[in-house]
Each structure stands twice: as structure tokens, then as C-alpha cells.
């Protein structure tokens, strides 16, 4: 056993430690004058906003401490705006490129002729680009110095803050990397990285760290820098969370801390996504990748339970305080809101259905279509394993949900077990989108392009419209045309548990009426080529 420990340190501490193809990407980005150039640009722009910024502050001819005091914390504000900004251009680009570029040179099978397995070759790629993002942040280290000298801001302050300037690095820097490996030329990796960073992460993670303080901060009268860790998440506010902390058994626990590791959980669960892509049919990364996709489905539904909760009884006693001795105090259901989130948390995994429900001929093997439905294949990442692991993922959601509430003491009741039946309905009919797009086309990135796009056609496009004909009727009681919209029970304030049950009975008979509609396409359009349903 300690001989086996001592193996698996020294085989972890060579990848992270002397990795070769770090050492070599390394010294091809310091090669010739492009870097040289490139960092003096980025100098120069970082000098020329902060000497313009302080400029506008100083011209002043009479300014009070006061104003001067928060003339120099916005000029250490900009500049961090500034240096986050760059980093989101800069590190995406870096590793989008890594390892499509070498796909393209045909070099890649040569390296995975040696012994190198994916894991190794990719954490290569992730330290040498990151290793370049930490080079950025320490060619500004001489203006954000210039803040600290000027009083606009401490050293430890500034220092906190780059921690989590790199943390989003790190973030960037393996999205880029997933689609470097899913893509087939640096171009399309590197639009949807971009996409990505600026049209998902961007936007989610301004509304975690822009939720109201009602509904983040603890107790009332606690201290203003005791916050969950997620408005740490907020790329535009990191200077304003740098001091934050959470409260946990009575120690202050520095909210940069908590975020550091729910990155390196994330990060972990990219580079598995993208050695899965790199390695062949029931590989073991494949395997882990899924394995990990439930466990974290089960921590992260049970994380929002725990902050759910502690905002629900703060809210709840802060009401019954506001209303006591009313008679018509209102009512407060914790469990539905419990039941909404669950929804709205396992909605997020329509970002990568597509990756579980479609399959084409034109990849590799593990693509290919091998049925319907097989339990055997669930961790196999094959077609015939995505209905079930659909199932599995959407119910450890349900049971991280579940196990907060009993430990609690509250137990589930049937408007929680109605909302998951609609949830559990509403993936079954997005997976049968993906068989039918899958169906009428061999190409894999085509079907999963479709699907997606037919997603967003049936949940995301009719909002728009209903809110030009109904503005106010999204959270109303009463009867709307808001009751059209699929995704209603979520949206709506007050209990529509029967609606989601109905909704959930619809979605199932919808998709089993497609699903076996594209397996008859499917198997006729495989059959006129002379191929057997199996991808044989």
C-alpha cells in the first residue's frame, strides 16, 4: 500500500512538476520578438489608462480628503477592470489553440504514439498558458504598486485580488482548452471559447455576485464583508471581494480560499471532459469524467440547498418580525422554492446534452450508434448510455436537494416529488431532440449544433414575445398566456405543482413519440446504406 501511495506521488508530482510538453510550449511562446512586443503593448495600454484615469482625479484645482481618497480607490478599480479584461481576451486564446493547432500539424497521434497518456499531455498545455497568464499579472505589478504608494489601495488588497484575477485565468484557460480539443480548426475553437466566457460564465457569474445582499449576507447586523464565497465569482467585482469571508463554525474563512477550490474542482472536471475526447472508446477517463459528473451534480445541488436555506429562513424570520400580529401575514413555502430550484439547477445540463444524446458515423467509434437505452453503457459515454445517465445525473440532483431537506427535518413532500418529475420529463424530451437531430444527419457536430438550437428555440425564443404580450404576468397568479410557456411552473410565484406534473406527462409522451420516431428514421436511412444499426 505505501508502495503504491509513493507511486501515484511521484507519477502526480511529474506531471505537474516536470512536465515536458510545458517545458516546450514554454519556450516556443518566448520565441523571437512577438512575446517582447506583445507584453510592452500590454504595458503601455495599462500605463496609458492609469496615468489617464489619475489625471482626471489630480486636475482638480480643490478636492477634499474624502473625494481624493475615492478618487484613488476608482483608478485602483479601473485598473483592475482593465487587467481582468485582458486576461479574458488573452488566456481563452492561448489554450484554444493548444491542441487543434497540433491536430492540424497531423502531430498529434505522434505524441499519443509515446507514453504519454492524456492527462499528462494536457495538464502540459493548461500549465503553459496559465504560466503566461501569471506573466501578465506580474507586468502590472508596477501600476497597481503605483495605487498602493498612492493610497488607493494595501498590499494585501492587491494581492488577494490577483489571486483571484488568475483564479478566472485558470477558469478561461480550461474552457479554451475543452474546445481545443472538440474543435477541428483554431478558428471555431477559439469563437467558442470566447462565446463562452463572455455569453455564459460572464453573465452567470455578474448575476451570483449581484444578488441582493438580503439574500446572500447572514444574520442581520453582520459584518458587510460576510458574504458567500460566489460573489467572488464576479470578474468585474473582484477589488470589492477580495475582503470578503465566510462565517463557518465561528471562523472568518477568506471567501478567495473556498473559491480557490471550487475552481480547482471545476478545472478538474474540464481537463476530464477534454482527456475523454482525446481517448478511445471505454477509456478510463471516460469513466471518471462520468463518475465525477455525478458526484458533483450531488455537491453542487446540495450547496445551493444550503444556501437556499440559509436564505429562506432569513427571510422567513425577517417577514414574520415585519408582520407580527397581522393577521394576514403571507404565506412562505419553502419546499416549492426548493422544488423551482431544482428545476433551474438541473436546466443547466442543457449545455451538455448535446454531448450526451447525439452520435453520428463520421467520429470515432464511442460515437457511433449502439441503441437506445443500456444501463452497461452508462459510464461508456457511448449513445445507448446518455438516457440512462441522464436519469442518474438528474437524480443526484434531486438527492442533494433531498438529503439537505431531511437533514433539516423536512421531509419531502409531494410538490418537491411533482417538480422532479417534471424535471426528470423535461430532460427525457431534450434527449429525444438530440436522437432525432442525430437521425437525420450523420455528421455528430451538426446533430449536436440542431439540438442545441432547437433547445433554445422551444425554452429561450418564446420569452421575448411573451413578455411583449404579458410584461407583468411571469410571476403572476392568475390566469395568462404566460400558462403557455413549457418552463412556467418554474417562473411562477405561487404553487403549480399540478401544472408541472401535467407538463411533465406531456414532455414524456412527446418524447417517446419522438424518440421512436428517430430510431424508425435511423434504422430505414442506415439500412439504405448498407450499414447496421450499431455503426457497424
Not at 18 to 45: C, E, F, K, M, S
Not at 140 to 167: D, K, N, Q, R
Not at 353 to 367: N, R
Amino acid at each position: 500500500m505505501a508502495l503504491a501511495a509513493g507511486a501515484w506521488i511521484r507519477e502526480n508530482a511529474g506531471v505537474y512538476l516536470r512536465n515536458a510538453t510545458a517545458v516546450r510550449d514554454y519556450r516556443v511562446q518566448l520565441r523571437g520578438n512577438r512575446a517582447v512586443i506583445l507584453w510592452a503593448v500590454y504595458l503601455a495600454l495599462l500605463i496609458g489608462v492609469g496615468m489617464f484615469t489619475y489625471y482626471g482625479a489630480a486636475s482638480q484645482d480643490r478636492i477634499s480628503v474624502v473625494q481624493a481618497q475615492r478618487s484613488l480607490q476608482s483608478l485602483y478599480g479601473a485598473i483592475m477592470v482593465l487587467l481582468g479584461i485582458m486576461i479574458a481576451l488573452i488566456a481563452p486564446a492561448l489554450t484554444a489553440t493548444a491542441v487543434v493547432a497540433e491536430r492540424q500539424r497531423k502531430s498529434l497521434d505522434l505524441v499519443f504514439s509515446a507514453p504519454v497518456s492524456p492527462k499528462y499531455y494536457l495538464v502540459g498545455k493548461l500549465i503553459s498558458s496559465y504560466r503566461y497568464v501569471w506573466m501578465l499579472l506580474v507586468l502590472s505589478l508596477p501600476v497597481t504598486a503605483a495605487c498602493v504608494v498612492l493610497g488607493g489601495a494595501s498590499w494585501s488588497e492587491v494581492l488577494v485580488s490577483y489571486l483571484l484575477m488568475s483564479i478566472h485565468g485558470l477558469i478561461y484557460s480550461t474552457i479554451g482548452l475543452l474546445f481545443s480539443t472538440l474543435a477541428r480548426k483554431p478558428m471555431g475553437a477559439i469563437v467558442w471559447s470566447y462565446l463562452t466566457v463572455f455569453c455564459v460564465y460572464w453573465p452567470l457569474s455578474a448575476a451570483l455576485g449581484a444578488m441582493p445582499d438580503a439574500m446572500l449576507m447572514g444574520p442581520r447586523g453582520a459584518s458587510i464583508n460576510e458574504l458567500p464565497f460566489v460573489v467572488c465569482l464576479n470578474p468585474f467585482t473582484i477589488q470589492n471581494s477580495a475582503p470578503t469571508y465566510t462565517v463557518i463554525s465561528g471562523y472568518h474563512v477568506p471567501n478567495w480560499l473556498l473559491t480557490a477550490g471550487v475552481v480547482l474542482l471545476f478545472s478538474k472536471i474540464m481537463l476530464l471532459g477534454a482527456a475523454s475526447v482525446l481517448s478511445s472508446y471505454g477509456s478510463a477517463e471516460t469513466k471518471s469524467l462520468r463518475i465525477h459528473g455525478l458526484i458533483y451534480a450531488s455537491i453542487a445541488s446540495f450547496g445551493m440547498a444550503v444556501s437556499l436555506g440559509s436564505a429562506l429562513s432569513m427571510v422567513g424570520s425577517f417577514t414574520t418580525s415585519a408582520t407580527a400580529g397581522t393577521p394576514s401575514a403571507p404565506s412562505f413555502s419553502p419546499e416549492l422554492q426548493f422544488s423551482r430550484a431544482f428545476v433551474l439547477l438541473l436546466s443547466t445540463l442543457a449545455v451538455v446534452l448535446p454531448f450526451i444524446t447525439c452520435y453520428g458515423t463520421d467520429l470515432e467509434k464511442k460515437f457511433w450508434p449502439d441503441g437506445l437505452f443500456d444501463l452497461r453503457r452508462v459510464f461508456m459515454a457511448t449513445p445507448s448510455g446518455g438516457l440512462p445517465y441522464i436519469f442518474a445525473l438528474s437524480l443526484s440532483v434531486a438527492g442533494g436537494m433531498a438529503c439537505y431537506r431531511l437533514i433539516n427535518a423536512a421531509f419531502v413532500g409531494s410538490i418537491f416529488l411533482e417538480y422532479v418529475f417534471y424535471g426528470i420529463a423535461l430532460a427525457f424530451f431534450c434527449w429525444s431532440l438530440g436522437r432525432l437531430t442525430s437521425s437525420l444527419n450523420n455528421g455528430l457536430r451538426y446533430a449536436r449544433t440542431l439540438q442545441l438550437t432547437l433547445i433554445i428555440f422551444v425554452f429561450v425564443l418564446p420569452i421575448p414575445f411573451l413578455y411583449i404580450a404579458d410584461p407583468f404576468g411571469a410571476g403572476s397568479t392568475e390566469f395568462s398566456i404566460w400558462d403557455l410557456y413549457l418552463l412556467r411552473p418554474v417562473f411562477s410565484s405561487n404553487d403549480r405543482s399540478t401544472h408541472a406534473a401535467v407538463l411533465g406527462i406531456v414532455f414524456l409522451v412527446v418524447g417517446l413519440v419522438v424518440a421512436k420516431w428517430s430510431e424508425a428514421i435511423a434504422k430505414r436511412k442506415y439500412r439504405r446504406a448498407g450499414l447496421s444499426y450499431d455503426g457497424t
